[in-house]
């Protein structure tokens, strides 16, 4: 039996291929900014461990690895145009395999977002909600490349921060430990216009109105470093002005360093995004847990 006789006949999906579909290298995100969430908190984790370990499990293989589901079942007809390889368009997960896994996973979310308390069920809804309104019909925020990447990046980085503080205190984050997370949320914008490169092509011929498609590629990896830059000068001047020089020194450093990756990458932005997301990003999320540090001897609830 030939390879595509067996794809075409294939009722049931391929066990590696259902694990390419939630994408375990997009987890780490939301599961760092939920442990983010917990340093900034001021709680001991060793108090809550439990919530934390349930906390970072739902914040990536099940919140986002179900986001990661939907977004391929919504995405099937461009991932035919950008990666045919992919687990549903390639045929290895068959059908409305797809679609099913990502509803079930959707029920599972809320399920694991209840037995983390009422901060940790609303948050967990918001996060499903945004997901099935990033992806898919009539809402499909991702055709618009100012709200798409935007509702990711609080998605990714603000609500599983946010979730991480108020499940550790079982309290309202204090008012400094949302705004942070927030601004790196906001400046996860630019990372997510970045990965937008990838799907240029596809993106084009299926309406889907990118940064990278409506501005071309070089203004719109400028304007993803601004939007990656500035609230980082943001974060370190709120640090410097509640009193932790040293932590916002840590952080200016780290933008430096993205900054030299940054002029490396805008030689030519649609070679070098790839590049730029295993660098530069890791200084910015390593930025993430500096702030956390200082915002926990500020004191996390209040």
Known sequence: MSVAT???SRTTPEPAALL?????????????????????????PSSQWLMLLLGVLLAGPIVCGMSQAANDWCDRHVDAINEPERPIPSGRVPGRWG?????????????????????????????????WAYSAEPF?????????????????????????????SAAMPDWRVILI??????????????????ALEGDRQTGVKSLPVALGSERAAWIACWTMAVPQGGVIALLLLWGR????????????GQVAAMRVMLRDPRAKAPWYNGTGVLMYVSGMMIAAFALRGLGGTG
């Open 6 to 8: 067996e794809l075409q």
């Open 20 to 44: 390419q579909l939630i994408k375990p290298v997009t987890w780490f995100p939301p599961m760092w900014a939920y442990l983010c969430g917990a340093v900034s908190s001021g709680v001991s």
């Open 245 to 256: 020089p040293l932590h916002a020194v840590a952080i200016f450093t780290l933008l430096l």
């Open 140 to 168: 499909r925020l991702k055709r618009s490349g100012v709200f798409g990447p935007g509702l990711v990046g609080l998605s990714y980085e603000s609500l599983p921060w946010f979730t991480g503080a108020a499940v550790l």
């Open 181 to 198: 997370a927030l601004l790196y949320g906001l400046g996860a914008h630019g990372i997510m216009t970045l990965n937008d490169f990838k």
């Open 99 to 131: 679609l099913w896994i990502a509803l079930l996973m959707s029920g599972l979310s809320l399920f694991v977002g209840w037995l983390l308390g009422p901060w940790g069920f609303a948050a967990t809804a918001v996060g499903v909600l945004a997901a």
